[in-house]
């Protein structure tokens, strides 16, 4: 088999998990290192595997020494959220991964303020990366590749000899090896094998002290070196009194200059490796700009709290009955998140409207003819019980089922008669929507179906009566 440079194509994978492997034990390699822990604190990630682009999220919990302490948790490439103090002794917090399906180790980080000064701990989080390998061989020929301990494939080559094969990447593997036993590179970008946190980014001048740099170095297989010499170097200030804390991790103290102002760039890399090193920015604020407030955990600004307790959705679309009955709707509804932990599950209300109309003609033989027309108002208003599914940064996906109580009003005109019939009634309705949203930051776009089957009849309608809406609309989203 005749092999090209292989590269890996990250693929855009949505998924409704929510933190666990995929039940396909085979999404994970079983030559991975065991993830590992370390520091002063006792840290535990739950799974500590992530297929990317298949599992959502890893949950993190903290014991905290002596029952208090302020916590702030890290991570070098995810994101972590939701840090709340559970129970006198333990904290909880939720990691989501990057966006980018590249293989590596992602090192969480704790850090817990006492009175003696800030005390650290660690934990990993093996990311197996996800894509598609392109493999030149024969026209028409079965191309394989085996990647760490899982072959992939085949796949039948097309006419120009082109196979794409979806693969899964472990942490620390660079090549994979061909169904003749070639090696084929991956192609995959360099990832820092450091990781460096520090408890706070914003040094005041006023009465500058030192900081507390906490550093985890990654080994090439994927987990934590142990044996790794560190390089800390800064543009600004002073770094000294590096020490190992044992299994790969190592702090420092970070001296600030007497005065100044601006940003310092720290660098940790390990001796002789010419990986990029991992780079943490400080900032001096000057004298005159002294801030007092405290420094939170920080969030990018373009991504918005994965679970809102409160939001309102506007929408309009098209209803049908699956016979005649065809018309524009609008609707809204107003949701609350339950308060069960971390699930995002809400209810809500739900209100709205649809009118349709259908014309026709009567008579025939010796009767003369005449026109009708029916009008039809169909308005739900009840109640929704809903689960928001996370897709990735901004993609998700709204489930819910819907209890309403719909008023049905049908009028029927006939064109030069004395007397017109009309019909009010209420019935009960069931059902169930579907909404992909994209996430805008305060709010988020939706395109949404729902049936809502209508439980009755009505003496002056035949047939189906339960509409099916295709509806676009707005969601606000309030904290």
Not at 265 to 279: K, N, Q, T
Not at 436 to 458: C, K, Q, R
Request: glycine share 12%; hydrophobic share 40%.
């Amino acid at each position: 088999m005749r092999t090209v440079p292989m590269g890996i194509v990250f693929l855009v994978l949505c998924t409704a998990s929510h933190g666990a492997i995929s039940d396909e034990t085979d999404g994970i390699d079983d030559s991975l290192p065991d993830a590992a822990r370390g520091g002063e604190l006792d840290v535990e990630v739950t799974p500590t595997t992530l297929l990317l682009g298949q599992s959502s999220q890893v949950d993190v919990s903290v014991n905290l020494p002596g029952g208090k302490g302020k916590v702030k948790i890290f991570a070098q490439h995810g994101k972590v959220q939701e840090i709340k103090i559970v129970s006198g002794d333990k904290a909880t917090a939720v990691y989501n991964p990057p966006e980018q399906y590249i293989p590596r180790v992602d090192v969480i980080a704790v850090v817990i303020e006492t009175a003696e000064g800030p005390v650290w701990g660690y934990a990993s989080v093996q990311l197996i990366g996800r894509g598609e390998a392109l493999i030149q061989t024969r026209p028409r020929a079965e191309a394989t590749i085996r990647i760490g301990s899982k072959e992939f494939g085949p796949v039948k080559a097309g006419r120009k000899g082109e196979a794409r094969i979806q693969v899964e990447v472990p942490p620390g593997i660079v090549k994979g090896v061909d169904g003749e036993g070639g090696d084929v590179d991956l192609h995959l970008p360099k990832v820092s094998r450091t990781a460096v946190f520090v408890e706070t980014k914003k040094i005041g001048m006023n009465v500058p002290g030192e900081v507390t740099l906490f550093a985890v170095v990654v080994g090439e297989d994927g987990s934590m070196d142990e044996d790794a010499a560190i390089e800390i170097l800064c543009d600004v200030g002073e770094v000294t009194g590096v020490e190992s804390m044992g299994n790969g991790a190592f702090r420092a103290i970070y001296l600030p200059p007497e005065d100044g102002e601006g940003k310092v760039e720290v660098r940790v890399s390990v001796e002789g490796s010419d990986l990029p090193p991992a780079e943490i920015n400080l900032v001096l604020l000057p004298r005159t700009k002294v801030k007092t407030e405290e420094v939170k955990v920080e969030t990018p600004p373009d991504v918005p709290p994965e679970i809102p307790w409160l939001s309102m959705a506007l929408k309009g679309g098209l209803a049908w009955n699956f016979g005649s009955m065809r018309s524009f709707d609008l609707g809204a509804d107003f949701g609350i998140k339950l308060p069960v932990g971390n699930q995002r599950m809400g209810v809500g209300l739900q209100v709205g409207f649809s009118r349709s109309s259908e014309s026709a003609s009567a008579g025939s033989g010796a009767s003369p003819s005449y026109d009708m027309e029916s009008k039809t108002w169909i308005v739900p208003f009840g109640g929704l019980l809903f689960y928001r599914f996370a897709m990735g940064t901004r993609w998700g996906l709204l489930a819910a089922i819907h209890g309403a109580a719909v008023m049905v009003d049908n009028t029927l005109d006939m064109e030069g008669a004395d007397n017109n019939s009309h019909e009010r009634d209420f019935l009960f309705g069931l059902g169930a929507s579907v909404a992909l949203e994209f996430d805008l930051g305060p709010g988020a776009v939706f395109a949404e179906i729902e049936y809502l089957a209508l439980l009755g009849s009505m003496e002056t309608l035949d047939g189906n009566l339960s509409p099916m809406y295709f509806n676009l609309g707005y969601r606000l989203f309030f904290l």
